[in-house]
């Protein structure tokens, strides 16, 4: 347990460093906050703090900067003393986001360049898990002799796309019966609910009189089995611009997270789960490539559903006061548009 005093002067360090990425030492701390205390004093309860492991000396003689665990307990209190709001911040994702409220994966794709450009960290997005969204109807194309693409409307407003090889040929007019069967069949079911049932008409499919049953639930099987959702990020370019990001090594590591989106996938699938602002912070994260880096992550929802993940990512050293000022506010404004379409 800290005692007030060396909670300020924690999250003195804290916001010094945020500031400024230099080591901050005990003159800076008494420069910058009015404690009433001595350097002496602040150089004693810094040196207590890196005892306990909330700071860390780089090298000797230098001021001290925030541990993992020194970023957590300032981002608790932070979180716990959220009340402001900005109108100008508002307005900006208002026009930004408002006419895309209808195509989920444009709404994602623009929040995600937004995000950057607000926090000037990397936006990340992720759409709704296929198995959260519901059916609203299904359009059938014939590709070549025995393929077909099946293009997937939901009642979120995504649209899927997948070729399908039938092994036979089949003409327009029957994919059009066949989608019409479809859509009286499944509109209003989730992915994971169609696949159920088509389980069982499949079952059934020894006495179907209708070989175009038969085919529209193999379509239906093939149609219906997708990866998690799809990922957006934006803005590498504003953190490369960070001094954080003098390391070539961290270069690397961000880049290959970014290159391999299932990184990414992992992250926000295991977040996605969790209601309201999440902040995970360097070591914390499960994954090594992740380690080095801080998260900011909120899910958006429609009708009390997940309709997607949206979030930052940064060095450890982030301005988590804005970040999460930022993603909070984005996410409940895009879970009230939704509900009001």
């Known amino acids: 347990m800290l005692d007030e005093r060396s909670k300020q002067v924690l999250c003195a360090v804290v916001q010094s460093y945020i500031n400024t990425p230099d080591p901050v030492g005990s003159r800076v701390v008494t420069k910058r906050y009015s404690f009433g205390l001595s350097p002496a004093t602040i150089r004693n309860i810094m040196a207590d703090l890196e005892e306990m492991g909330f700071l860390k000396q780089p090298h000797t003689s230098a001021g001290r900067i925030p541990t993992d665990m020194g970023y957590r307990f300032y981002v608790d209190s932070i979180v716990a003393e959220r009340n402001h709001s900005n109108k100008e911040f508002m307005r900006e994702i208002y026009r930004r986001l408002e006419i895309l409220r209808n195509d989920i994966n444009m709404l994602l794709n623009e929040t995600t360049r937004t995000l950057s450009l607000l926090s000037h960290y990397l936006g990340v997005a992720m759409s709704p898990k296929p198995n959260m969204t519901t059916l609203k109807r299904i359009e059938l194309l014939k590709y070549r002799a025995d393929q077909i693409v099946a293009i997937l409307f939901t009642d979120e407003g995504l649209i899927k796309n997948k070729i399908i090889s039938l092994g036979s040929e089949i003409t327009q007019r029957d994919l059009n019966r066949i989608a019409g069967y479809l859509d009286s069949k499944f509109s209003g079911y989730t992915p994971a609910e169609i696949r159920s049932r088509v389980i069982k008409e499949m ?23 997708f990866p998690q959702g799809e990922v957006f990020v934006s803005g590498l370019s504003e953190v490369l611009e960070l001094p954080d990001f003098s390391d070539l090594e961290k270069i690397r590591e961000l880049s290959r997270a970014i290159e391999d989106k299932h990184t990414i996938v992992k992250l926000l699938d295991k977040i996605s789960e969790l209601d309201g602002i999440q902040i995970v912070i360097g070591s914390e994260n499960s994954m090594d490539e992740m380690k080095k880096f801080s998260v900011v992550v909120s899910t958006c929802k429609e009708a009390n559903r997940p309709i997607g993940v949206i979030g930052i990512i940064g060095p450890t050293r982030m301005d988590y006061s804005r970040a999460i000022y930022i993603v909070d506010n984005t996410a409940k404004f895009i879970t009230k548009m939704l509900a009001e379409r």
């Open 203 to 225: 079952a059934k499919e020894k006495d179907m009189c209708d070989s175009l049953i038969s085919k529209a639930m193999k379509i239906c099987k093939e149609t219906f089995c």
